[in-house]
């Protein structure tokens, strides 16, 4: 029986044009703290691929007013592991407002890793690739927009 490894190793937001706050009961104060509440979600509602494949895949969306994501654009070819993070980030729930200086509809890119646990040294040196990556990336947004941490995430399951 083979184990899957599941990563959400990205989490990195596109900056809109205007900045607003929706309040909640669950809001977060830090980018950091929205993202790891993000992969906390992802870990949570993680579906492997059909065929058992690994792989990457990137996905964008949009939080609803509900907490759950909305609008999701798997922007990886087709295939089980697109399929499978297609399903994955359509059952997350819960998701809380973005921290101030985002708006409601901001735009969320997630990547995720899917390995088998038969080659975890590769994956878990992808995965670190792909936390620096996207270090880098919330780095540049971190310094546009005011009052947000830099974030990365990282597990495995």
């Known amino acids: 029986m083979s184990r899957c490894f599941l990563n959400c190793a990205a989490l990195a937001l596109t900056l809109s044009a205007t900045q607003a ?12 703290e929205w993202v790891q509440h993000a992969n906390k979600e992802l870990k949570r509602s993680m579906v492997p691929p059909r ?8 996905v964008t969306f949009r939080r609803g007013a509900d907490g759950r ?4 654009v798997v922007l990886t070819r087709g295939g089980h592991i ?3 993070a297609r399903r994955s980030v359509s059952r997350m729930r819960n998701l809380p407002p973005l921290p101030s200086g985002f708006t ?5 890119t997630m990547h995720l890793l899917v390995g088998d646990a038969t080659n975890q040294y590769d994956f878990e040196r992808e995965n670190a690739k792909m936390v620096a990556s996207a270090k880098a990336a919330n ?10 941490a830099v974030a990365s995430i990282g597990s495995r399951r």
């Not at 065929?51 to 990137?58: E, F, L, N, V, Y």
């Open 21 to 32: 706050v929706a309040s909640s009961a669950h809001q977060v104060d830090t980018l950091d």
């Open 139 to 148: 780095a540049k947004l971190a310094a546009r927009v005011s009052n947000v």
């Open 51 to 58: 065929d058992g494949s690994g792989g990457k895949s990137t």
């Open 104 to 108: 409601p509809d901001q735009r969320i």
């Open 69 to 72: 994501p909305t609008d999701i």
């Open 82 to 84: 697109a399929s499978a």
